[in-house]
Nanobody
Framework: QVQLVESGGGLVQPGESLILSCVASASISSTYVMRWYRQPPGDEREMIAAIAAADSTSYADSVKGRFTISRDLARRTLYLHMNNLKPEDTAVYYC??????????WGQGTQVTVSS
């Protein structure tokens, strides 16, 4: 199974920014569906950003205008640029990728905490 390894989480103050990275153990393509999810404490996992064929993107209303999903095929890396972070963005963030003829992969999760 293809592995995804996330990094970039941490503790930040409200209004600050973070960039999450998710490196795949196999090549990625601009046709693959890749997503970021998050799971707040005591809550369910929710999808917050997706990138699909031709790098079309979509976002949850809660992060639209503040978060940007992108990918670098040469680095096999999915990114989530997070700006103007709020306390309600505190969660464990997971990346996800679908693969042709393979089971989808999940990253191990990275903690983001927004607190003053």
């Amino acid at each position: 199974q293809v592995q995804l390894v996330e990094s970039g989480g941490g503790l930040v103050q409200p209004g600050e920014s973070l960039i999450l990275s998710c490196v795949a153990s196999a090549s990625i393509s601009s046709t693959y569906v890749m997503r970021w999810y998050r799971q707040p404490p005591g809550d369910e996992r929710e999808m917050i950003a997706a990138i699909a064929a031709a790098d079309s993107t979509s976002y949850a209303d809660s992060v639209k205008g503040r978060f940007t999903i992108s990918r670098d095929l040469a680095r096999r890396t999915l990114y989530l640029h997070m700006n103007n972070l709020k306390p309600e963005d505190t969660a464990v963030y997971y990346c996800y990728s679908a693969w042709p003829n393979r089971s989808p992969s999940w990253g191990q999760g990275t903690q983001v905490t927004v607190s003053s």
